[in-house]
């Protein structure tokens, strides 16, 4: 079951850190795209030790990046589910201190690090999708002349449409519609540059 539509949006450098660790990143992106998941599973999925990857999920838990999901099954295993749709950190909210702004830096570092690997094993792997999936796939890049008002907007425009695809995907999963469907990653950035 997917969770609720919201963000949880990161103010506080202590989840900041527990969300910046490499294998909790790749962690959450494999629980968020099942659903719902055990610790074997998800170590299946990222080919580490049943043990290790119940530490991490414990610590994800903690901060309230992750649950527990209602007993699935005979109830020996815990099952684990995302709290939220988003998770989302800005800016602003971590320049007040230089090690603030470095942890947010890191982070940001280590998600465009696994973004990118994400792209590339997709590349890797395209030639086993169908014709139907690799024409659907993009990879566009544009350059723009715009305020800072006008790229907020942007910005804004781009997560209602992402949203609103998010919310058809989640809907066709609670009805049961899996016929055809496949997890899609779409990553966005949008940054001011000189040229």
Known sequence: MQPPDRTHHVTDIDTLKALGHPLRIKLYTALYAAGTATASQL???VDEAVSLVSYHLRKLAAHGIIEEAPTRGDARERWWQATSTVISTRD???RDAPERTAVHTAVSREYARQR????ESYLDAKPAWGDDWRNAAFSSGYLLFLTAGEFGELRDEV???VTKWRERGNAAREAGDMDGRENVAVHTYGFPFRA
């Open 43 to 45: 170590a299946d999925q």
């Open 92 to 94: 602003q909210d971590w």
């Open 116 to 119: 990118t690997e994400m792209y």
């Open 159 to 161: 997560h209602e449409l």
